[in-house]
């Protein structure tokens, strides 16, 4: 008897990656006319993603603090023929959410993405790092919509990736569980450090 090929399968055919998952979660919330933020934009594959799903009626509003990476989701985002007027790129740290956010936007954010560490392919030092990641996550529960949903893709495996980690587990685990529903994905039985998807979903 043969299986059927799994519709949520990594590229290997394994159980989803980090970002399969949080790509999964966000696929069955999001809906067109959403706005989200996409806080570390990177080379916009996150971006693009999002931007398919919210649709011509909604809005990504993406970060990163290299001009490499804005420009690589850019042309990522204008090769599938999106819309520019639907996504806007700022380049700045996502630390700096609260300045950014529009005012119809607060407490009202569908869903933002956070995807740590560095650029593929790019500059390994310029990693996200664990005092403005912890400022980004307070703001952006802080504007999520009842029902929004948060994910964060964590890479242990790099330096400064372990303090990373254990300051999103931590922030994480304080949030009070009558606001906040939080869940994490990650492979348990690999001796290296894989990464991992935190999810956090604000009561409806
Ligand atoms: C793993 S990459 C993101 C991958 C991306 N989402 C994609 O789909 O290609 C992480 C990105 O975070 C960016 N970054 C580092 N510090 C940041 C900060 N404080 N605020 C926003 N972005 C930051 C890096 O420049 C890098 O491009």
């Given at each position: 008897?043969?299986?059927?090929?799994?519709?949520?399968?990594?590229?290997?055919g394994?159980?989803?990656?980090?970002?399969?998952?949080?790509h999964?979660?966000?696929?069955d919330?999001?809906?067109?006319?959403?706005?989200?933020?996409?806080?570390?934009a990177?080379?916009?594959?996150?971006?693009?993603?999002?931007?398919?799903?919210?649709?011509?009626?909604?809005?990504?509003?993406?970060?990163?603090?290299?001009?490499?990476a804005?420009a690589?989701?850019?042309?990522?985002?204008?090769?599938?023929?999106?819309?520019?007027a639907c996504?806007?790129?700022?380049?700045?740290?996502?630390?700096?959410?609260?300045?950014h956010?529009?005012?119809?936007?607060?407490?009202g954010?569908?869903?933002?993405v956070?995807n740590?560490?560095y650029?593929?392919?790019?500059?390994k030092?310029?990693?996200?790092?664990?005092?403005?990641?912890?400022?980004?996550?307070?703001?952006?529960?802080?504007?999520?919509?009842?029902?929004?949903?948060?994910?964060?893709a964590?890479?242990?495996?790099?330096?400064?990736?372990?303090?990373?980690?254990?300051?999103?587990?931590?922030?994480?685990e304080?949030?009070?569980?009558?606001e906040?529903?939080?869940q994490l994905?990650?492979?348990?039985?690999?001796?290296?450090?894989?990464?991992?998807?935190w999810?956090v979903?604000?009561?409806?």
């Amino acid at each position: 008897m043969s299986i059927a090929s799994p519709r949520l399968a990594s590229a290997s055919g394994g159980l989803p990656s980090a970002v399969g998952w949080a790509h999964l979660l966000l696929a069955d919330r999001l809906h067109p006319g959403a706005r989200v933020v996409d806080a570390t934009a990177g080379n916009g594959h996150d971006t693009l993603f999002l931007a398919r799903l919210v649709g011509p009626t909604g809005h990504v509003l993406a970060f990163d603090v290299q001009a490499e990476a804005l420009a690589a989701t850019r042309a990522r985002l204008d090769s599938a023929g999106i819309d520019p007027a639907c996504c806007t790129l700022v380049q700045t740290g996502h630390e700096t959410l609260a300045e950014h956010l529009p005012a119809e936007w607060r407490g009202g954010v569908d869903a933002v993405v956070f995807n740590l560490g560095y650029l593929p392919g790019g500059d390994k030092t310029r990693i996200t790092q664990a005092d403005t990641t912890r400022v980004a996550l307070a703001v952006a529960v802080e504007n999520l919509s009842p029902g929004g949903l948060l994910t964060i893709a964590v890479y242990p495996g790099h330096e400064g990736g372990r303090e990373e980690q254990r300051a999103v587990a931590d922030w994480a685990e304080s949030l009070p569980a009558r606001e906040f529903e939080v869940q994490l994905l990650r492979p348990i039985n690999r001796a290296a450090s894989p990464p991992e998807c935190w999810a956090v979903l604000k009561k409806g």
